[in-house]
């Protein structure tokens, strides 16, 4: 499976950025989505997860109900569409992906720079 993301940018705090995921390969409807990000001297950490085929989503605390996960399954595409930006979501995001049966995310894309500035 490949991976490529898009959609990273500036804005200011408050404004909102789509990120793209587009995937490549063999897919399975039961593989596992996710994003991820890390900022700048900090670990990277889980933001988002769907499933292909159900939409079954997961999002990390801190997302607060600002980002939204969805997925276009017949062309292989899953988007996060980040609303009411924080500074501290600066990051650079990566698309990822795993098997179900994986405990590990084995697939990754580029990252993706997400600034926000205050």
Do not use: H
């Not at 670990?43 to 989503?57: D, M, P, S, Y």
């Not at 062309?75 to 924080?86: A, H, I, P, W, Y």
């Amino acid at each position: 499976v490949q991976l490529q993301a898009s959609g990273g940018g500036l804005v200011q705090a408050g404004g909102s950025l789509r990120l793209s995921c587009a995937a490549s390969g063999r897919t399975l409807s039961s593989d596992v989505m996710a994003w991820f990000r890390q900022a700048p001297g900090k670990e990277r950490e889980l933001v988002a997860t769907i499933n292909w085929g159900g939409g079954n989503k997961f999002y990390a605390n801190f997302v607060e109900g600002r980002f939204t996960m969805s997925r276009d399954s017949p062309r292989k595409k899953v988007s996060l569409q980040m609303n009411s930006l924080k500074p501290e979501d600066t990051a650079v995001y990566y698309c990822a992906a795993r098997r179900t049966i994986a405990t590990t995310y084995g697939f990754w894309g580029q990252g993706t720079q997400v600034t926000v500035s205050s």
